[in-house]
């Protein structure tokens, strides 16, 4: 186990200026009695994912309030971590053939990871399936054992499954994104939304220059309506769909696409996906598909501020965070009532849901003539996000579950 | 300016939403869960999403309203449960039963509906209360005007809402310490009339504020 040393810091009162300093200043009340009390957050991975982004900001906001956090990353060879892929897939609903081999090497993993970890935190949160197992380092029921799950359990391989449930189920409770992804346990289920950093890269406010001269490295029209799907080239994605959506509007409005995301260069399907949506779109030179690097938060940024209209027409989604991005943007948003969507998607009150092509293409049609209905949607899509989405919101949850407990206790 | 001899005393809440087994697929079985339920749970959809939905200031009172609308497209029986105004209710058995009725007599009145199955299962979650003492308190006038400015949205309903099922009455911790604790009546009584319904908590509160200051140059 390796303890992380968090990078990045921003300040707690600089929240201030986007929530209220009274926001701030009750996350101080609430900390106050959980100080002295250890939290030890352990994940797979101290960079890449959503985890460990959220995890980056996180851990460092709780120790401004004062309280005695850490964070440690389980370690894993490559075979590890190929199994574990593998169990997240399963997990997912997608086909797994279980192999025994796979369950050791979990186990054995799990194992090491014991012996190296000083695993006796008063509150102890364990991060998705990789360190599930670690729950066998608890001693005489000692602390509060939290499972934090990430992902989609709806409809998981029961092997892969009914493996996990017997850690899982000897926690003291267990946290998922949406009820939808959740399973029938016997420990308590909390509900903890994943959230948005609106002080990240990916979301603070840009300069019009900026987003200015990265509509025009790109070849933007910035005096044409822009419509944009900010995802990875994935078939769940459906952004062959986002294109004939788009052709459908296009007959009554003069307007562009955007399609960017990454994932193709290292995903043999992701580069599939990405030339058929590259064929899709021949011909047309108001269609622009951008295969971004991995990691480009400014880029996504200014081309999520630069639309018009933000789409994501998922056929399958998790919670779908990036409706969040868009909604803090105050962004007209078009989307799948699919996953975590219709959360954040209100219909009709943070942004409009779809389910296919056609209504799809019929809802941006109805915004782009109706620029003030798509303002409001904006604009309360936005205070959707400010008071159910922010990484502020996310340390209130984890601030009332540690209260909850030990009062309990 | 009187003095009152109990101070306010402001808090802070956060709740955690805990999952619950029950959901439903039906308007049949949204009927059973109302009447199964725990009373965190009506707790949670009723009185808690207000609190976090403030902003939307039409067409949004509960989370029933809302997923009968968009899930099973009910819109008669979504604005009846819409219509059940959460100031009239002291006690979540009151409110269990209402919403149990107007959704059963529904049913009967349209059994072709009952079964429909929606397009999203409703699930039902409870709201876990944690309270803290924000460490600051208001004696006078001025004292509670700017302990009100201060507080956070979730902390602002919890007094100013959710405290009408605390106190079993009518009325909000706010209007019942400003008559009792420093005899404005008046006062008191226009705070309680404040519609949460046609107001965001912002407005809300600009609205209380500018009633206190009325109140402050009133006495001046």
Redesign the interface.
Known sequence: MTEVQTAGRVRLDAYAAVI????I??LR??A??LRGKEIQMVNSTAVGGGVAEILNRLVPLAEELELAIRWDVMMGGEDFFEVTKSFHNALHGSAYQARPEDMEIFLAYSERNRARLTLDAEFAVIHDPQPAALIDARKDHAGHWIWRCHIDLSQPNPTVWKFLEGFVSRYDGAI?SS??F?R?LLI?????HPAIDPLSEKNRDLEADFIAGVLARFQIDPGRPLLAQISRFDRLKDPVGVIRAYQSVKRYFDCQLVLAGGGAADDPEGAVVLNEVRHEAHGDPDIHVLELPAWSPLEINALQRASTVVIQKSLREGFGLTVAEALWKKKPVVAS?VGGI?IQV?????GLLAHSVEGTAYQIRFLLSHPEIAARLGE?GH??VK??FLITHNL??Y???F??LD?AA | MRTAEIPFEFF?V??????G?Q?ARTLAELAKGLEQCSDASIFHHTFQTLG?????TE??SNDFA?WVL?STNRGELAERLAALDLRDYVSLAELRSDLRRVVSDYCAAHPQFADQMA???F?F?ES?E?T????YTAKSLEEFRSGL???????FCFHFLSSRLRLQLRTNDFSLWLANSLGLETLASSINRIDVYTN?LESARAKMLRLIDRERRRKA
């Open positions: 209220g300093a009274g926001e200043e009750e009340s609430l106050r009695p998922f009820p939808e959740s029938q308590p289920q909390y509900l903890f009532a219709p209100i219909h009709k009150h943070t309360q205070q959707h008071e159910n209130r949850n601030l009332a579950l209260l909850a009062r | 802070t956060a709740y955690l939403t805990r999952i087994n959901a976090t939905h403030h902003f939307l067409g949004f809302q968009a397009l999203e299962r699930y979650c876990v944690v803290v003492p924000l460490g400015e201060r507080l956070s949205h979730a902390s965001t």
